[in-house]
Structure formats: structure tokens, C-alpha cells
């Protein structure tokens, strides 16, 4: 089973400062099976990101991608009010898919 | 624009059955597989597991194969996700979520609300 590990797991900012989240695989995921999920209390997951740096429909170019192997990225360049949410990483690419414990983004 | 609409919370009693409603809409239920999803209460997300949606093929998760079935109703353009043996651990908010494709790899594009599932005597 892969493991991701989500750091840090809470990041207190403001609304227009830079959001650097962190996921880390304990084995190499190819970028194809590597999304992102934006989740708020209430409401079901969002799809943010997949194929590790593919923006999902309607979401915002402030919303990038990166990484390969074994670490990714997800980075909010500006945030805005409703972005402050949970953030989960997820491998789809080997059984039993897999999440990342989550980064909760708040309101500093 | 696709949706997946839930059943709604279920309490039951440890060693009870529950079965979870997942109804499509707004798109082909046959192009794209389910997937099943839960979240106890402090913990990640887990996948449980997943149909495709026009051949009734299913995978699940190693650790929760034979007390997990997932199955479908074409006709309904539903999928349902029954839990058995239920015990306190299984506490959780239960997901069906599309696979943007009908392969089993892919990301999750469409989740529904969610059903909240406790077991309590």
C-alpha cells in the first residue's frame, strides 16, 4: 500500500498570501495518478488537480501543480477567501487507492 | 451537469447491515465507474472500493473484501454499497464519487453529499 504524508498538517495564512502544500508518496507514484481534493465542512471533496499538474474543470489558474516520484506540490498563489478548506492528496494508479492525511488551510 | 445524489444517515447496531443508495445523474451511468469512499470521524479518507458501472465488475479493498459488497442498477442509474458485520470502527461518512473515466485509475470528478453511517447500540 502506498502511504502519502500531507505536510504541514495545518497552515495558517491570509487571504493573498502563497499556500505551499506538501504530499509525500513512501514509494514512486507516476504523476498520471496524482490528484489533489479541496474539501470544506459540510460538502463533498473537490477534484483541484490530477495528473499532478492538470487543473480539474472551473478551477482557478491560481491553483498550480507540480512534483514527480515520490514528492508533490500543490500551490495556491493568492488565496482567496474560499480556498480556506482541507487539501487532500490521492494516488489512483495501484489497489488499494490511497489519501493523504490532509493540510487544513486557515484563516490566519 | 452530472450529480450523485445519497440516501440518507443510518443508525444501526453493531452486527447489523447497511445498504447506501448513490443515484446518477446528468450524464451516461454507464460510462464511468463508482468508486466508494469513507471518512470516520479524525481519519483520512479510505477507499473501500469500486464498480465499473456497465459491466458490474468490482475491486475492493483488500482489507475490507467480504464484509463490502458493491453492486448496480442500470436500470436506475444507481449504485449501492452494503456494509456487513458492522462494528463501532465502521462510524463513518460514507461517499460514492465517479471515476472520470470507466477504468478503476482514475481521479475522482463527481462525489456525492454523503451519508452518514453510525453504529451505536
Known amino acids: 500500500e502506498i502511504v502519502l504524508t500531507q505536510s504541514p498538517g495545518t497552515l495558517s495564512l491570509s487571504p493573498g498570501e502563497r499556500a505551499t502544500l506538501s504530499c509525500r508518496a513512501s514509494?514512486?507514484?507516476?504523476?498520471?495518478?496524482l490528484a489533489w481534493y479541496q474539501h470544506k465542512p459540510g460538502q463533498a471533496p473537490r477534484l483541484i488537480m490530477f495528473?499532478?499538474?492538470t487543473r480539474a474543470t472551473a478551477i482557478p489558474d491560481r491553483f498550480s501543480g507540480s512534483g514527480s516520484g515520490t514528492d508533490f506540490t500543490l500551490t495556491i498563489s493568492r488565496l482567496e477567501p474560499e480556498d480556506f478548506a482541507v487539501y487532500y492528496c490521492?494516488?489512483?494508479?495501484?489497489?488499494?487507492?490511497?489519501f493523504g492525511g490532509g493540510t487544513k488551510v486557515e484563516i490566519q | 451537469q452530472a450529480q450523485l445524489v445519497q440516501s440518507g444517515a443510518e443508525v444501526k447496531q453493531p452486527g447489523a447491515s447497511v445498504k447506501v443508495s448513490c443515484t446518477a445523474s446528468?450524464?451516461?451511468?454507464?460510462?464511468?465507474?463508482i468508486h466508494w469512499v469513507r471518512q470516520a470521524p479524525g481519519q483520512r479518507l479510505e477507499w473501500m472500493g469500486w464498480?465499473?458501472?456497465?459491466?458490474?465488475?468490482?475491486q475492493y479493498s483488500q482489507k475490507l473484501q467480504g464484509s463490502v459488497t458493491i453492486t448496480r442498477d442500470t436500470s436506475a442509474d444507481t449504485a449501492y454499497l452494503e456494509v456487513r458485520g458492522l462494528r463501532s470502527e465502521d462510524t463513518a461518512v460514507y461517499y460514492c464519487?465517479?471515476?472520470?473515466?470507466?477504468?478503476?485509475?482514475?481521479?475522482?470528478?463527481?462525489w456525492g453529499q454523503g451519508t452518514m453511517v453510525t453504529v451505536s447500540s
Open positions: 514509494q514512486s507514484v507516476s504523476s498520471s495518478y
Open positions: 490521492q494516488q489512483f494508479g495501484s489497489s488499494p487507492l490511497t
Open positions: 495528473g499532478a499538474s
Open positions: 446528468g450524464y451516461n451511468f454507464m460510462s464511468n465507474g
Open positions: 464498480i465499473n458501472s456497465a459491466s458490474g465488475k468490482t
Open positions: 464519487a465517479r471515476s472520470s473515466s470507466s477504468y478503476m485509475f482514475e481521479a475522482f470528478d463527481v
